[in-house]
C-alpha cells in the first residue's frame, strides 16, 4: 500500500489568522457586489443564525448535524434515481502548477522504487475539491451544536471528519444558474437569491426536500477556461448569506459549490461583522448553526452537460470522507450517479 501524507492547509484554531493572510493579499483584487446586491446587518445576521440553528435538534451529543437528514428512506430513495448507471465526478483534478488561485499546488514525491507515492495537499482554499466537517468554522467561539472552540487543540478540532466514516449517499440536486439566465458563467461577486434558486426549480422542474446534497454552479470552471484564473478570496460567485433561511426550511443535508458556496465580495455583504464572518458567511452558519458541512471547489462541469443531455436534474449522491481523527475535512471526489 502507498504512504500517503495529507498536509491541510488551516485548521479551526489557525482560521482567523488564515484569513487575515488571505484578506490582506486579495484587496489589489477584490470584487464589490453588484449594485443593487442587498446587504444585511450585523444584527440581522446574528438572528438568522439564531433562526436556523440545529443545535440540539438530534440531541446535545450529536456530532452528525443535518447528515441526521439522510435517512435509511433517503439513501433508498436516492438508489432508485439510478436508471442509465452513468457517473460522472464532481472533482476538479488536482494540479500541481501554482496559480493565483493555487497557491499551495499539490506534490506527489515517487519513491525510489516507483511504487510509493507521498503526498503533500494543502486543501483547505479556492483550488482542491474539499470537504468541510462541522469544526471547520466557529461564531462566538462555539462550535456546531455549542461545542466550545476550546476544545479543539493542536491535536486536531472537536467534532472533526471522522464522524463521516459512513460515507454520504444521497439526492443531489444540481442547480445551474448560468444555464437558468442563458449564459455560460457567472461573474465574480455576483450573488445567487432564494427567487433565482426557485426559478431553476421550475425550469428544472426539480425540487430541493430533506436530506438532499444541493449543489451550486456559477460556471467557475468554465469562466476560469475562458479568461485564465483569477484570485477568488474576495472575489467569487456564490449564495447570498440570506440564502441560509431557505436551505433551513427546504432541511439540506449538504451543500457543494463550484467556489465557497457563497459569494465572496469585497466589502462583504455583511456590514459590521469580522472579516471572517464577512468573507464567509454562508460557511459561518451552515457549519457551525445547522451543522450542514460543504464541499468546496467541487467540478460540476461535466455534471451539468451530462445533466442537460438526460435532462435529469437529480442523481444519486456520494462522497466518502478520510475518517482523519480531529480533521478538519479533506480532499475528496465526490461522484454522481445517474
Known sequence: MSPVKYVAAATVLLFSTTIGVRIAHTQDNAGAPPPGTPTMT??????????????????????????????????????????TGINVSMTHTLLTEKTIDNPNPFELKMGP?????????????????????????????????????????????????????????????????????GIPYLEPATTVSIGEIEAWEKKAGVKVSPGDAVIL??????????????????????????V???????????????????????????LGVPMN??????????????????IDDVDPESLADTAARLNRWEFMFIVAPLPVPGGTGGPVNAVAVF
Not at 277 to 294: D, N, Y
Request: hydrophobic share 40%; glycine share 8%; charged share 25%.
Open 42 to 83: 450585523a444584527e440581522e445576521f446574528d438572528k438568522m443564525y439564531k433562526d436556523v440553528s440545529n443545535w440540539g435538534r438530534w440531541g446535545k451529543d450529536d456530532k452528525l448535524g443535518a447528515l441526521n437528514l439522510i435517512t435509511d428512506a433517503k439513501r433508498k430513495q436516492a438508489a432508485a434515481l439510478v436508471k
Open 217 to 242: 454552479r456559477t460556471g467557475r470552471w468554465a469562466r476560469r477556461e475562458k479568461v485564465g484564473p483569477w484570485r477568488m478570496f474576495g472575489n467569487a460567485a456564490g449564495f447570498h448569506p440570506t
Open 277 to 294: 464572518i464577512g468573507l464567509q458567511p454562508l460557511h459561518t452558519v451552515l457549519i457551525s448553526s445547522m451543522g450542514v458541512p460543504l
Open 113 to 181: 522504487s516507483f511504487r510509493v507515492d507521498t503526498w503533500a495537499v494543502a486543501y483547505h482554499g479556492a483550488f482542491v475539491t474539499h470537504f468541510d466537517s462541522l469544526c471547520h468554522f466557529a461564531y462566538q467561539d462555539k462550535l456546531y451544536n455549542g461545542i466550545p472552540l476550546s476544545d479543539s487543540n493542536e491535536h486536531g478540532c472537536a467534532n472533526g471528519v471522522e464522524h463521516f466514516k459512513n460515507g454520504i449517499i444521497t439526492r443531489g440536486v444540481l442547480i445551474d444558474i448560468p444555464r437558468l439566465k
Open 244 to 270: 441560509a433561511r431557505w436551505l433551513r426550511a427546504r432541511d439540506a443535508a449538504l451543500v457543494g459549490a463550484d467556489t465557497t458556496a457563497e459569494a465572496q465580495t469585497t466589502p462583504s455583504v455583511v
